[in-house]
């Protein structure tokens, strides 16, 4: 039985493929458009996945889009009419494309499908599941656990903002769900906007920011005294309640009434471009302690409706990696799986897995140890035959390996010295984490290569902080955890024996020195407060990833390295060797290592397009 699923028109397109329940194929357009977050038809990503699974359309036994577009309208026009005459300015802007577009969705989808070589007159089951179930469908099937709770959390699908469920064999039930325009994730998205950051690809920059907050400082008592007395009920269980006066994305066409939040907080809603200061490090802190108590309030009625040992997540919050290690570190439940791909891609993975166990009844079998994302490398791969040809085409200069054991030595020797290198190998990461198929590489013990990596590489905010790949069987000698985190979903603190102490005025510097202090001996990938957001490797799931590593470690004593997503600010993470060659010539990498190539970019032909990619990529 082979199923498509897709997600499309808001925003992270995706397409994904199973067959009897095994995951085949999964990708998000964004990676072969390059428009970041591109939420158009994702014709790209399916026709990847079918070429993948060696079919076409019409041998499809479903093809199901990952929410009800109908039970969205009907939430639209309720919340309009129940705000009214409040918002019509928004509500002139929406209905028009609603009327013309996606209240026809399944017309639409059916166009798209036949650009593709869809036979309408096959009439291949056309399915479409809730936003939340697609979700929990996600977290749950691919999960090792018999039984699980699901939590989700998000913006909103349809009316659902979260939802708790049981999932038990193939069956997933619906206990209970928060509904909008109730909603942790838009809470924390309002928080984004106010601090100068962009809704809906901003989160992570947020949840990045909040540790430069002080929290011996009485400012951060103060803003969650306002946030939990003026703008959010949060509840025993977990559930929100936001004061709409304060709010303007139910009908309006921002997240928050500005003066309004700026007479509440004392400060003018940050620009994008605009300085950090104390303040908007203090308020960044405030929202996400509130988040993970949120989180961790939820998690707990999760496991009194359920009585579950297991938990399974999904929806754009499970993102947030620092409450994902709060709400480990809580102990309410024996595991937890977060999907790799927790936002809107991942519920194109969801509907078709929904689909394949709900709808079509299908048992579900679990033959794998740790989950059935196959580390989540689920996307185009390539051949020496494609990167020769990238090379030819821009008569680059190489190096190639016969011997991959003595490549990986010498990419281990080149990060030792300080060189920054593009990595890419494999098949390319299913969703926003780059994890050893699409990365830029570098030494955690140099003190300048945060510095380097944002300001010179990827031209980003220079507080932003970066992740470490580590040998998942040396994790505890380096972290404060010895369990697994393949998907960089979890933050733990750096091993005690690791730092440095701070000075007695760490508390009164600036950001920027703050930023540059050396915390631990792996000054670059230890963040403001000593944590890190781990991504565990493994041999079985990513083996090319787990040499390099481990020559690092035999050439160092270290068996941690640098891991970035391969791209600059604003761009998606490169998918095909010329996407990686481009970027490697358009920053200032040193070295790129494609399959068995290595270029040297100080023997690399001069890079004569003029292109600018601060003008091509919109700066997320």
């Known amino acids: 039985m082979k199923i498509l699923g897709i997600s499309a028109f808001y925003h992270d397109s995706a397409a994904a493929l199973i067959d009897n329940g095994e995951i085949v194929a999964a990708a998000q357009e964004e990676r072969f458009t390059r428009k970041k977050h591109d939420p158009g038809f994702p014709s790209n990503a399916v026709a990847f996945c079918l070429e993948y699974g060696g079919l076409s359309l019409n041998e499809l036994d479903a093809i199901v889009f990952y929410d009800k577009p109908l039970l969205k309208f009907e939430r639209l026009l309720e919340t309009y009419y129940a705000f009214a005459p409040k918002g019509v300015r928004s509500f002139l802007t929406a209905m028009p494309v609603w009327i013309k577009e996606k209240m026809f969705l399944k017309r639409l989808i059916n166009e798209e499908l036949v650009k593709l070589g869809y036979d309408k007159k096959k009439k291949v089951k056309m399915l479409f599941p809730e936003h939340h179930l697609s979700h929990a469908a996600s977290a749950f099937y691919p999960s090792p656990f018999e039984k699980s709770a699901i939590l989700t959390i998000d913006g909103v699908g349809e009316w659902a903002t979260a939802s708790i469920c049981l999932g038990e064999g193939k069956d997933i039930s619906i206990l209970k769900e928060l509904r909008f325009p109730h909603s942790l994730g838009l809470l924390y998205s309002a928080f984004t906007y106010f601090l100068g950051f962009r809704v809906n690809s901003g989160e992570y920059k947020l949840m990045g920011l909040a540790p430069y907050g002080d929290p011996n400082s009485p400012d951060i008592k103060k803003y969650e005294d306002i946030i939990l007395k003026e703008l959010v009920d949060l509840k025993e269980d977990g559930s929100v309640w936001l004061d709409q006066e304060y709010f303007d994305y139910a009908t309006g066409l921002k997240m928050v009434n500005e003066d309004k939040w700026e007479a509440l907080f004392g400060f003018k809603t940050r620009k994008p471009e605009d300085p950090l200061e104390a303040i908007h490090c203090n308020l960044g802190l405030a929202i996400q302690n509130i988040t993970e108590e949120a989180v961790i309030r ?58 394949y166990h709900i709808y079509f009844q299908q048992e579900r079998n679990i033959t794998w140890k740790a989950d059935a994302m196959r580390g989540s490398y689920l996307g185009p791969t390539f051949s020496d035959l494609d990167v020769a040809l990238t090379a030819k085409k821009y008569k680059a200069v190489y190096t190639y390996y016969d011997n991959f054991g003595e490549l990986a030595d010498e990419a281990a020797k080149l990060l030792s010295e300080g060189n920054v290198v593009g990595w890419v190998q494999g098949r390319m990461e299913f969703g926003p984490r780059a994890l050893g198929g699409r990365s830029i590489l570098g030494d955690p013990r140099n003190a300048e290569m945060q510095k380097k990596l944002n300001l010179k590489i990827k031209y980003r905010e220079s507080f932003r902080p970066f992740a470490p790949s580590v040998l998942s069987e040396d994790c505890s000698d380096y972290f404060d955890y010895d369990g697994i985190s393949p998907y960089m979903l979890l933050v733990h603190p750096v091993a005690e024996r690791r730092r440095k102490d701070v000075p007695a005025n760490y508390s009164s510097m600036d950001l920027r020195e703050k930023l540059y202090f050396e915390r631990s001996d792996l000054p670059s990938i230890t963040h403001i407060d000593y944590s890190a957001r781990i991504q565990t490797v493994h041999k079985e799931t990513n083996p090319r990833y787990y040499d390099l590593i481990n020559s690092f470690k035999a050439l160092t004593g270290y068996a941690v390295i640098v891991n970035t997503s391969f791209n600059v600010r604003g761009e998606p993470i490169v998918c095909t060797p010329n996407d990686s060659y481009r970027c490697f010539m358009r920053t200032e990498m040193d070295y790129l290592v494609v399959g068995n190539f290595i270029f040297n970019k100080k023997l690399q032909p001069e890079w004569l397009e003029k292109d600018n990619w601060k003008e091509e990529f919109v700066l997320d």
């Open 298 to 355: 939820m998690a707990k009625e999760a496991k009194r409706l359920t009585g579950a040992d297991y938990l399974c997540m999904a929806g754009g919050v499970a993102l947030n990696c620092v409450s994902n290690g709060k709400l480990q570190k809580a102990n309410i439940f024996k595991d937890i799986f977060i999907q790799p791909a927790a936002g809107d891609a991942g519920g194109a993975l969801g509907a078709a897995q929904a689909a």
